[in-house]
């Protein structure tokens, strides 16, 4: 608390004295990379960072639905800070959830504690779509909108807020399991068996991910990620029939926002390719494929975001500390790099390991292009 690159900071206007690469200097770390733009130190977020590995974050976030955690702006505002003012990362993540809008708009979603998305009466037959109507974000999502801009007055100009949504297949995934899954039985079964509804399931989730995306980002959002975390479960050749072209409507529907644009999943190493296909500027890429073997199956000029093992940070800090400058180490000083973990933060993750995480990018991290 009390930290002063927290206080209500007056946005000024980017400078031109010094340009490099055409771009301006005072861009911060964190879209410097997303644009694959030369810099001084390589920016670095975690996914979940807001979250139960934070004391501040327990002590905050109290018992009930996370879902209610969302609608309450002042917290939620509160507790995408926390990480921020802790760790000094380079970018904010609003704190919300993939299944925020399908909630709002009536399907019967809630977030269990401990196991996640939960589905009243889950996704089965054709009738199904109706109950997913468009999004209204002013009137279905007041709260999230009045917490994208709370933050814009509240986190210091290098800060950037980072938006999300979840992508059309991982939130079917849920929609149809009607919980986390580990096979995703019941929504192959319904993506090969009944194609026709598939993707009309997938046009309603594409129509309500970019309304969601649009609407914080003309909120003050300055990037987005859209986290199709279940993809990994599919071959590439189901990718790229029965989900490809919906996520590349997700991201050209939000194309001419001008926001740096990240697409990440979870076991992803065969899509990746793929993945850039739907044209985000930034690929995450999880800690199964080493980033200078995810730079070969990219095309050059996307950004990669990445990817030390969550799990790793449960180790003593030598190992942290190793495999940290491993992935510094293969990315080699290319500009294009947002160091973060290949998924979320731990809830048993000490927050202090994170905090050595970020010093090390920091005074490490070469973001130079002289490899
Ligand atoms: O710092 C942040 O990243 C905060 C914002 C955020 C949350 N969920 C808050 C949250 C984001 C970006 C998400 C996205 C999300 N939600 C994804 C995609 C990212 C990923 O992990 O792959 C997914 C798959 C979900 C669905 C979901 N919500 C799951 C699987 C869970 C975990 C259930 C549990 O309790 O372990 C949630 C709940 C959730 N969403 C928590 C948080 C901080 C857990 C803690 C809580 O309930 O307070």
Redo the contacts with the bound molecule.
């Keep these: 608390m009390g930290d002063p690159r927290l206080l209500p900071r007056r946005r000024t206007p980017i400078s031109l004295r010094r340009v490099d690469s055409s771009a301006a200097v005072d861009l911060p770390h964190f879209l410097r990379a997303c644009r694959g733009l030369p810099g001084d130190r390589v920016p670095v977020w975690?996914?979940?960072?807001?979250?139960?590995s934070l004391p501040e974050?327990r002590a905050r976030?109290g018992s009930g639905s996370?879902l209610d955690?969302i609608a309450d702006a002042d917290l939620a505002c509160e507790l995408?800070l926390q990480?921020v003012q802790r760790y000094g990362v380079d970018a904010a993540?609003?704190?919300?959830?993939?299944?925020v809008p399908v909630a709002a708009i009536g399907f019967g979603v809630d977030?269990?504690?401990?196991?996640?998305?939960v589905v009243e009466q889950p996704f089965a037959r054709r009738a199904d779509l109706e109950r997913l109507r468009p999004l209204e974000p002013e009137v279905d999502t007041p709260y999230v909108l009045d917490t994208v801009r709370a933050l814009c007055t509240e986190l210091p100009a290098s800060v950037p807020l980072i938006g999300?949504a979840?992508a059309p297949f991982?939130v079917a995934s849920?929609l149809i399991e009607g919980r986390?899954s580990r096979t995703y039985g019941r929504t192959k079964a319904l993506m090969a068996g009944d194609e026709p509804l598939w993707h009309d399931l997938m046009d309603r989730l594409v129509d309500l991910a970019v309304t969601s995306l649009r609407s914080q980002v003309t909120n003050g959002a300055r990037a987005v990620?859209v986290?199709d975390?279940?993809a990994g479960a599919l071959s590439p050749p189901d990718y790229a029939r029965y989900v490809l072209p919906h996520s590349r409507r997700v991201f050209d529907g939000v194309a001419d926002l001008d926001v740096p644009r990240i697409h990440?999943g979870?076991g992803t190493g065969e899509l990746l390719g793929l993945m850039a296909d739907a044209g985000a500027e930034v690929v995450g890429v999880d800690w199964r494929v080493p980033l200078d073997v995810a730079r070969t199956r990219v095309p050059p000029d996307r950004a990669l975001q990445g990817n030390l093992d969550p799990a790793l940070c449960l180790a003593p800090w030598e190992v942290v500390d190793a495999a940290t400058r491993d992935v510094l180490r293969r990315n080699a000083g290319h500009p294009g790099h947002v160091f973060n973990l290949g998924?979320?933060?731990l809830?048993e993750t000490d927050p202090a390991v994170l905090e050595r995480v970020v010093e090390l990018v920091h005074a490490e991290g070469r973001a130079d292009g002289a490899a």
């Design positions: 975690f996914m979940r960072q807001a979250g139960r974050y976030r996370i955690a995408t990480p993540i609003l704190y919300s959830d993939i299944v977030v269990a504690p401990g196991t996640g998305p999300f979840g991982t849920y986390p990620q986290f975390s279940w990440f979870v998924h979320g933060v809830p």
